[in-house]
Protein backbone atom coordinates (compact mmCIF):
# COMPACT_ATOMS: atom_id res chain seq x y z
CA UNK A 1 0.00 0.00 0.00
CA UNK A 2 0.98 3.83 -0.54
CA UNK A 3 2.63 5.85 1.84
CA UNK A 4 -0.52 8.84 0.97
CA UNK A 5 -1.37 11.48 3.13
CA UNK A 6 -4.50 13.44 2.27
CA UNK A 7 -4.60 17.12 3.89
CA UNK A 8 -5.38 20.90 2.93
CA UNK A 9 -2.16 22.56 1.05
CA UNK A 10 -1.99 26.30 0.60
CA UNK A 11 -2.97 28.09 -2.43
CA UNK A 12 0.90 28.49 -3.62
CA UNK A 13 1.26 24.44 -3.65
CA UNK A 14 -2.31 24.05 -5.10
CA UNK A 15 -1.23 26.85 -8.07
CA UNK A 16 2.34 25.17 -8.21
CA UNK A 17 0.46 21.65 -8.90
CA UNK A 18 -2.29 23.06 -11.17
CA UNK A 19 0.16 25.41 -13.52
CA UNK A 20 2.77 22.37 -13.41
CA UNK A 21 0.61 19.28 -13.84
CA UNK A 22 -2.52 19.84 -15.08
CA UNK A 23 -2.89 20.12 -18.59
CA UNK A 24 -4.28 23.84 -18.61
CA UNK A 25 -1.80 25.15 -17.09
CA UNK A 26 -3.64 27.29 -14.79
CA UNK A 27 -5.36 27.69 -11.35
CA UNK A 28 -9.13 28.27 -11.31
CA UNK A 29 -9.54 31.53 -10.36
CA UNK A 30 -11.99 32.40 -6.91
CA UNK A 31 -12.38 31.00 -3.63
CA UNK A 32 -11.45 26.77 -3.53
CA UNK A 33 -11.13 24.03 -1.10
CA UNK A 34 -7.78 22.69 -1.64
CA UNK A 35 -7.23 19.38 -1.06
CA UNK A 36 -3.47 18.33 -0.98
CA UNK A 37 -1.55 14.68 -1.90
CA UNK A 38 1.52 13.64 -0.73
CA UNK A 39 3.39 10.33 -1.11
CA UNK A 40 5.76 8.95 0.33
CA UNK A 41 6.46 12.26 2.12
CA UNK A 42 7.01 14.23 -1.32
CA UNK A 43 4.25 16.38 -2.29
CA UNK A 44 2.65 15.44 -5.50
CA UNK A 45 -0.24 17.89 -6.17
CA UNK A 46 -3.85 18.67 -4.89
CA UNK A 47 -7.29 18.11 -5.86
CA UNK A 48 -8.94 21.05 -5.63
CA UNK A 49 -13.25 21.81 -5.46
CA UNK A 50 -15.22 24.88 -6.21
CA UNK A 51 -18.80 25.73 -6.68
CA UNK A 52 -18.58 26.18 -10.34
CA UNK A 53 -19.52 28.74 -13.39
CA UNK A 54 -23.33 28.21 -12.77
CA UNK A 55 -24.68 28.89 -9.20
CA UNK A 56 -27.41 26.53 -10.31
CA UNK A 57 -25.12 23.95 -10.58
CA UNK A 58 -27.67 22.00 -8.26
CA UNK A 59 -31.09 23.21 -9.14
CA UNK A 60 -31.17 20.55 -11.45
CA UNK A 61 -31.32 17.95 -8.83
CA UNK A 62 -33.17 19.97 -5.94
CA UNK A 63 -30.37 20.64 -4.23
CA UNK A 64 -29.19 24.69 -3.43
CA UNK A 65 -26.28 26.31 -4.36
CA UNK A 66 -24.52 25.63 -0.83
CA UNK A 67 -25.52 22.16 -1.13
CA UNK A 68 -23.55 20.97 -4.17
CA UNK A 69 -19.85 21.03 -5.47
CA UNK A 70 -17.67 21.02 -8.64
CA UNK A 71 -14.98 18.71 -8.36
CA UNK A 72 -12.37 21.29 -10.73
CA UNK A 73 -8.94 19.86 -10.79
CA UNK A 74 -7.02 16.80 -10.22
CA UNK A 75 -2.92 18.04 -10.26
CA UNK A 76 -0.48 15.30 -9.62
CA UNK A 77 3.11 14.90 -10.27
CA UNK A 78 4.67 11.55 -11.03
CA UNK A 79 2.90 8.89 -8.54
CA UNK A 80 2.32 5.27 -7.62
CA UNK A 81 -0.80 5.52 -6.21
CA UNK A 82 -4.05 5.26 -8.60
CA UNK A 83 -5.13 8.37 -9.73
CA UNK A 84 -8.70 6.60 -8.45
CA UNK A 85 -8.03 6.05 -5.08
CA UNK A 86 -6.33 9.79 -4.36
CA UNK A 87 -9.52 11.25 -6.02
CA UNK A 88 -11.63 8.94 -3.37
CA UNK A 89 -9.50 9.78 -0.30
CA UNK A 90 -9.88 13.44 -1.58
CA UNK A 91 -13.88 12.85 -1.47
CA UNK A 92 -13.68 10.78 1.97
CA UNK A 93 -12.21 14.56 3.38
CA UNK A 94 -13.86 16.81 1.76
CA UNK A 95 -17.22 15.08 2.84
CA UNK A 96 -16.11 14.72 6.28
CA UNK A 97 -14.85 18.70 6.52
CA UNK A 98 -17.86 19.91 5.39
CA UNK A 99 -20.55 18.17 6.44
CA UNK A 100 -23.39 20.16 3.94
CA UNK A 101 -22.44 19.15 1.13
CA UNK A 102 -24.68 16.61 -0.41
CA UNK A 103 -23.55 16.11 -4.09
CA UNK A 104 -19.62 16.73 -6.52
CA UNK A 105 -20.33 16.94 -9.98
CA UNK A 106 -17.52 16.90 -12.44
CA UNK A 107 -17.44 17.65 -16.11
CA UNK A 108 -14.90 15.46 -19.16
CA UNK A 109 -14.00 17.74 -21.85
CA UNK A 110 -14.59 15.93 -24.83
CA UNK A 111 -12.48 18.81 -26.95
CA UNK A 112 -9.21 17.20 -25.17
CA UNK A 113 -10.05 13.45 -26.06
CA UNK A 114 -11.78 13.02 -22.32
CA UNK A 115 -14.78 10.72 -21.69
CA UNK A 116 -14.31 10.52 -18.14
CA UNK A 117 -12.86 7.24 -17.80
CA UNK A 118 -11.71 8.19 -14.02
CA UNK A 119 -15.39 8.80 -12.94
CA UNK A 120 -16.72 5.65 -14.60
CA UNK A 121 -14.18 3.50 -12.96
CA UNK A 122 -14.90 4.59 -9.94
CA UNK A 123 -18.53 4.58 -9.74
CA UNK A 124 -19.98 8.30 -10.71
CA UNK A 125 -23.20 8.49 -12.09
CA UNK A 126 -23.19 9.53 -15.71
CA UNK A 127 -26.01 12.45 -16.79
CA UNK A 128 -25.19 13.63 -20.06
CA UNK A 129 -23.38 16.58 -21.83
CA UNK A 130 -23.92 20.23 -21.51
CA UNK A 131 -24.33 21.82 -24.74
CA UNK A 132 -21.63 24.13 -26.32
CA UNK A 133 -21.18 27.70 -25.26
CA UNK A 134 -19.43 30.25 -27.09
CA UNK A 135 -15.73 30.85 -25.79
CA UNK A 136 -13.80 33.80 -26.18
CA UNK A 137 -9.51 33.36 -27.99
CA UNK A 138 -7.89 36.33 -26.63
CA UNK A 139 -3.71 36.70 -26.89
CA UNK A 140 -3.73 33.06 -27.53
CA UNK A 141 -5.12 31.74 -25.26
CA UNK A 142 -8.53 30.48 -24.97
CA UNK A 143 -11.00 31.86 -22.31
CA UNK A 144 -14.86 30.31 -21.05
CA UNK A 145 -17.09 33.27 -21.16
CA UNK A 146 -17.90 33.69 -17.39
CA UNK A 147 -13.93 33.09 -16.30
CA UNK A 148 -12.99 35.75 -19.00
CA UNK A 149 -15.64 38.11 -17.50
CA UNK A 150 -14.60 37.58 -14.09
CA UNK A 151 -10.85 38.15 -14.96
CA UNK A 152 -11.17 41.02 -17.48
CA UNK A 153 -14.85 41.98 -17.38
CA UNK A 154 -17.32 42.67 -20.47
CA UNK A 155 -15.88 40.49 -23.67
CA UNK A 156 -17.18 43.64 -26.20
CA UNK A 157 -14.39 45.54 -25.43
CA UNK A 158 -11.97 43.75 -26.78
CA UNK A 159 -13.77 43.01 -29.68
CA UNK A 160 -11.62 45.73 -31.94
CA UNK A 161 -8.14 44.26 -29.74
CA UNK A 162 -8.55 40.81 -31.40
CA UNK A 163 -10.53 38.77 -29.43
CA UNK A 164 -12.45 36.09 -31.23
CA UNK A 165 -15.61 34.57 -30.36
CA UNK A 166 -15.12 31.06 -30.95
CA UNK A 167 -18.07 27.61 -30.33
CA UNK A 168 -17.22 26.03 -27.13
CA UNK A 169 -17.49 22.07 -26.62
CA UNK A 170 -19.07 19.99 -24.83
CA UNK A 171 -18.22 18.64 -21.36
CA UNK A 172 -19.56 14.98 -19.90
CA UNK A 173 -20.99 15.62 -16.93
CA UNK A 174 -20.66 13.25 -14.35
CA UNK A 175 -21.84 12.94 -10.15
CA UNK A 176 -21.05 12.09 -7.13
CA UNK A 177 -24.09 11.88 -4.67
CA UNK A 178 -22.42 11.97 -1.03
CA UNK A 179 -25.96 10.63 0.64
CA UNK A 180 -27.84 7.43 -0.05
CA UNK A 181 -31.55 9.18 -0.23
CA UNK A 182 -29.51 11.33 -3.08
CA UNK A 183 -28.05 8.24 -4.65
CA UNK A 184 -31.32 6.10 -5.28
CA UNK A 185 -32.83 8.99 -6.26
CA UNK A 186 -30.06 9.89 -9.38
CA UNK A 187 -29.61 6.50 -10.19
CA UNK A 188 -33.20 6.56 -11.25
CA UNK A 189 -32.21 8.60 -14.64
CA UNK A 190 -28.78 7.56 -15.46
CA UNK A 191 -27.72 7.13 -18.63
CA UNK A 192 -24.94 4.59 -20.12
CA UNK A 193 -21.64 5.45 -20.03
CA UNK A 194 -19.73 7.08 -22.97
CA UNK A 195 -16.80 5.15 -24.54
CA UNK A 196 -13.39 6.55 -25.37
CA UNK A 197 -13.62 8.09 -28.60
CA UNK A 198 -9.73 9.84 -28.90
CA UNK A 199 -6.69 9.39 -26.91
CA UNK A 200 -6.91 12.40 -24.38
CA UNK A 201 -4.11 14.98 -24.69
CA UNK A 202 -3.08 15.08 -21.15
CA UNK A 203 0.56 13.98 -21.22
CA UNK A 204 1.11 12.14 -17.64
CA UNK A 205 -1.70 14.17 -15.99
CA UNK A 206 -5.16 12.39 -15.21
CA UNK A 207 -8.30 13.12 -17.24
CA UNK A 208 -10.03 14.66 -14.58
CA UNK A 209 -10.97 17.97 -13.24
CA UNK A 210 -13.31 19.98 -14.98
CA UNK A 211 -12.97 22.70 -17.72
CA UNK A 212 -10.12 24.59 -19.36
CA UNK A 213 -10.01 26.92 -17.11
CA UNK A 214 -12.97 26.22 -14.50
CA UNK A 215 -14.63 28.81 -12.93
CA UNK A 216 -14.82 30.45 -9.61
CA UNK A 217 -16.24 29.11 -6.02
CA UNK A 218 -18.80 31.34 -4.76
CA UNK A 219 -18.61 32.02 -0.36
CA UNK A 220 -20.22 29.14 1.58
CA UNK A 221 -19.74 28.12 5.28
CA UNK A 222 -19.41 24.84 4.20
CA UNK A 223 -16.58 25.23 1.72
CA UNK A 224 -14.89 27.61 4.13
CA UNK A 225 -11.08 26.41 3.87
CA UNK A 226 -9.89 29.23 1.11
Known amino acids: M ?17 INWHYSG ?24 GR ?52 IVSFADT ?11 TNWIYNGQTKPADEYLYEGKKWHGRAFRKSKGSH ?3 IDKGLEIIKGSSKHRYLMPLTAELKSKLDENKLKYPKRVTKAISGDQSESGG ?16
Request: glycine content about 12%; aromatic content about 8%.
Open 26 to 49: VIPVGKLVKVGVWEGGKFIGCVLF
Open 156 to 158: LKY
Open 111 to 121: EQGHHGGIYQA
Open 2 to 18: NDLKIDWCDHKAASYAC
Open 211 to 226: AIPTYTLHTSNDLSNG
Open 52 to 103: GANKGLGSPFGLDQTEVCELVRIALTKHSAPVSRIMMLAIKFLKRSSKGIKL
